[in-house]
């Protein structure tokens, strides 16, 4: 079973929109949300994160939204650029865990001129 | 900063064949990682390392053996390609056991199964 669950599966949004990306888990006890971004032909690199005390957290253009009763998050990134265009991972984490994140499918972002 | 390198970047084996997949990092982490990376299905972890010599099976451990030489290398290896099967397998490392600590990733080794 998909213990964390992402939507949309793709997304194209216009420069200078706010795109949204949606994250969803099942384990109530996760307690750590980092958001990886990964271009083609590289790895992951972690974008931004969020632990399960907080309900927001931004950096820059971006902001994670976190509610913790329904078990959903959502990545916005403001002011879309082309250079957001990349896959966008959503990912989740027991503390105690020894950093075992569990990932969603993952949402990818294409931000036209 | 550090590097994470694996080796090789393209991996073109036979069906049945056994295929070792190579990971370096010069971040002198403590954790490293393999995970294997499907169209439409994100990362899903195979093995995990938390010091030299140990070994941690993940979700997908089955059809496949690693090691832990030492502290910057870890090495994947599948035991019998399937098929037909296509994939990246990424390499990745973190501080420490426990916590919120950022994962490194490698750029992964493609993976085409004749």
């Known amino acids: 079973q998909q213990q964390v669950r992402q939507s949309p599966q793709s997304l194209t949004v216009w420069e200078g929109e706010t795109a949204i990306l949606n994250c969803s888990y099942e384990n109530s006890a996760f307690d750590y949300f980092p958001w990886y971004q990964q271009f083609p032909g590289e790895g992951p690199a972690l974008l931004i994160s969020?632990?399960?005390?907080?309900d927001k957290k931004e950096d820059g253009r971006f902001t994670i939204f976190f509610n913790k009763r329904e078990k959903k998050l959502s990545l916005h990134i403001a002011d879309s650029q082309p250079g957001d265009s990349a896959t966008y991972f959503c990912?989740?984490?027991?503390?105690?865990?020894?950093?075992?994140?569990?990932f969603g499918a993952g949402t990818r972002l294409a931000v036209c001129p | 900063g550090g590097i994470i390198t694996q080796t090789p970047k393209f991996l073109i084996g036979q069906e049945g064949q056994k295929l070792t997949l190579k990971c370096q990092q010069n971040f002198n982490h403590d954790t490293m990682y393999w995970y294997r990376q499907d169209s439409g299905k994100g990362l899903r972890l195979i093995y995990y390392?938390?010091?030299?010599?140990?070994?941690q099976k993940g979700d997908l451990s089955e059809g496949y053996d690693a090691s832990r030489e030492k502290k910057s290398s870890f090495s994947l290896t599948v035991t019998s390609a399937q098929k037909n099967e296509m994939a990246v397998f990424l390499c990745?490392?973190?501080?420490?056991?426990?916590?919120?600590?950022?994962?490194?990733f490698g750029p992964g080794t493609r993976l085409t199964v004749l």
């Open positions: 390392s938390i010091t030299e010599n140990d070994l």
């Open positions: 990745a490392s973190s501080i420490q056991l426990g916590g919120q600590n950022e994962q490194y």
């Open positions: 969020i632990l399960s005390v907080s």
């Open positions: 990912a989740a984490m027991l503390s105690g865990s020894f950093n075992k994140l569990t």
